[in-house]
């Protein structure tokens, strides 16, 4: 498991578990013995591969993504689940490209439940973003494009898009202030 783990850099720890949702097996050795049976994960992993929407671990106090899958025998039977939390730094590092967007722009990605699933560029005590964009685009499932207030309170220009295969929604955003900064100076030099 350890060497999977540092190898693919897709997952933070991997779980084997039984039929009743106990971990026998896990890259953290503080998770053996644990017992899963009441989460959504497991008890999906149990039918198909399934993966949750990022929800908040009070036990690490971040967010996390967890993905499941049921173990069989070779006759087909289901004898366990493997489940994976899933690594988010990549993302975390894709997303923080800022080319092209000035010095207040920012793409990122929010999940079916308006938590972030990559780290915003300011800083908010908030692990959930609720704007007219994110509403939008997860509520009601459209792309879109304006001036609209921000997830820190600023007014940005955002573009929004629902990606309903990842039950995400991504945003492109630019504080206003600094469009028309740009705008005025291209004005002012013409």
């Known amino acids: 498991f350890n060497g999977t783990v540092e190898l693919r850099q897709i997952f933070e720890d991997l779980l084997l578990l039984d039929l009743q949702g106990r971990v026998l097996v896990s890259t953290n050795p503080n998770e053996v013995g644990k017992i899963f049976r009441g989460e959504v994960f497991f008890n999906r992993g149990l039918r198909r591969p399934y993966q949750n929407p ?12 967890m993905t499941s899958a049921p173990v069989t025998d070779q006759y087909g039977r289901v004898i366990g689940v493997i489940a994976g939390r899933a690594s988010l730094k990549r993302l ?31 800083n908010v ?19 879109g494009r304006g001036v609209y207030t921000g997830y820190a309170g600023q007014n940005v220009y955002g573009v929004y898009r ?10 492109a955003e630019q504080e206003q202030s600094e469009i028309l900064a740009s705008a005025n100076a291209t004005l002012v030099a013409a």
């Open 54 to 65: 990022p929800e908040y671990e009070e036990a690490l106090g971040r967010l996390t993504v």
């Open 92 to 122: 975390d590092e894709i997303m923080s490209v800022r080319a092209g967007l000035g010095e207040t722009g920012e793409t990122y990605l929010v999940g079916a439940n308006f938590a972030f699933l990559t780290k915003p560029l300011l």
């Open 125 to 143: 005590s908030s692990n959930y973003v609720r704007t007219s964009a994110t509403t939008a685009a997860i509520r009601e499932g459209q792309n």
């Open 162 to 171: 629902w990606l309903p295969s990842l039950s995400m929604a991504l945003l």
